[in-house]
């Protein structure tokens, strides 16, 4: 996940990008709105995050035109005040934290708002001859229909979002139980596995390769 970040505060820029970093996000980083829309020009973050008060071009008008190219926006800023709420919201903001915040409550809005978007705009999701309708729960592979668990088709949607890419274990457990999840890693273990023997049962067109050390990724004979 690719987060743009846009502070002209460069020691506010750069704790947020450590705490994203540490969290396994890429990072953007811009001064100003210019700077911001020069980088969406080249790659749309997943999500930005935007000081409301910045010379030249202030956040809520940062925030209008990133909304029009489809980014959500959590704006962060030192002001409290209702009003300014208010325009943020109506400028199409997604969520507000004011100044001074605590990092973990950045990092919980920040993946609310993600999973908001990942359940409104993934309902269909192809990789090879798998398709997962998320609107519906099926999981079909030609005229084969898979019957899954809840939480093994979370998993699922979110390995074949992104086919043949590495998902770090983390991010997996994140993604699919939540981020205040306080249960170890044996749990994605069990789901893997699952997944594998399910997968294997269509003549293996999909699998679940392990990338030790790392996390998981999901193969087709298309990729």
């Not at 898979?146 to 997996?172: G, I, M, Q, T």
Request: aromatic share 6%; proline share 4%.
């Amino acid at each position: 996940m690719n987060i743009l970040v846009v502070d002209d505060d460069p020691h506010i820029l750069e704790l947020v990008a450590i705490h994203l970093t540490q969290a396994r996000y890429t990072v953007q980083k811009a001064l100003n709105g210019m700077e911001a829309l020069a980088l969406l020009e080249k790659n749309v973050p997943d999500l930005a995050v935007v000081d409301v008060m910045m010379p030249g071009m202030d956040g809520f008008t940062l925030t209008k035109k990133l909304r029009e190219a489809d980014v959500p926006v959590l704006l962060l800023t030192a002001k409290g005040e209702l009003e300014d709420k208010e325009k943020g919201f109506l400028a199409g903001s997604d969520d507000y934290v004011v100044k001074p915040f605590e990092p973990k409550e950045l990092l919980f809005r920040i993946n609310a708002i993600l999973r908001r978007y990942d359940k409104a705009v993934g309902v269909q999701i192809e990789a090879g001859p798998l398709q997962i309708n998320r609107q519906s729960y099926e999981v079909t592979v030609g005229n084969k229909v898979l019957l899954l668990p809840l939480k093994e088709f979370e998993l699922l949607s979110v390995l074949a979002s992104k086919p043949n890419h590495v998902f770090e274990r983390d991010f997996l457990i994140e993604r699919v139980w939540g981020y205040d999840y306080a249960g170890d890693e044996q749990t994605l273990n069990v789901h893997v596995k699952r997944l594998r023997d399910k997968l294997a049962s269509l003549g293996d067109p999909v699998r679940i390769t392990t990338m030790r050390g790392v996390g998981y990724k999901l193969e087709t004979d298309d990729v």
